[in-house]
């Protein structure tokens, strides 16, 4: 599975952009995809995940963006996007994709996912 993550850009608090994650290869709807974020100087950390179409599509994401990052796929089209709210500061970092087929105790974990895309790079200013 090959991953290409667009979207990025520079916004100001509180506003929004849209990633995308599009897969070419393999059986999408079979993958879990994930996106995971990492700041200059802070490791990559989890953001949100959607899983395989098997596993029921479900969603879970990290604490700092509930409410404000929404996670769906479009499997018709092998996308995933990432629409984000309400941006802040703290959001500023490259944004990674990634494809996997984690187990469920794994799905906020880097390890769990096989395939990663380019990243894109978010910037919020104040």
């Known amino acids: 599975v090959q991953l290409q993550a667009s979207g990025g850009g520079a916004v100001q608090v509180g506003g929004s952009l849209r990633l995308s994650c599009a897969a070419s290869?393999?059986?999408?709807?079979?993958?879990?995809i994930g996106w995971f974020r990492q700041a200059p100087g802070k490791e990559r950390g989890f953001v949100a995940t959607?899983?395989?179409?098997?596993?029921?599509?479900?969603?879970y994401y990290a604490d700092s963006v509930k409410g404000r990052f929404t996670i769906s796929r479009d499997n018709a089209k092998s996308t995933v996007f990432l629409q984000m709210n309400s941006l802040q500061p703290e959001d500023t970092a490259v944004y990674y994709c990634?494809?996997?087929?984690?187990?469920?105790?794994?799905?906020?974990?880097?390890?769990?996912?096989?395939?990663w895309g380019q990243g894109t790079q978010v910037t919020v200013s104040s």
């Open positions: 990634a494809a996997g087929s984690p187990i469920l105790s794994a799905v906020r974990e880097t390890r769990a996912y096989n395939y």
């Open positions: 290869a393999g059986t999408f709807s079979n993958y879990g």
């Open positions: 959607i899983r395989s179409r098997s596993s029921g599509s479900r969603i």
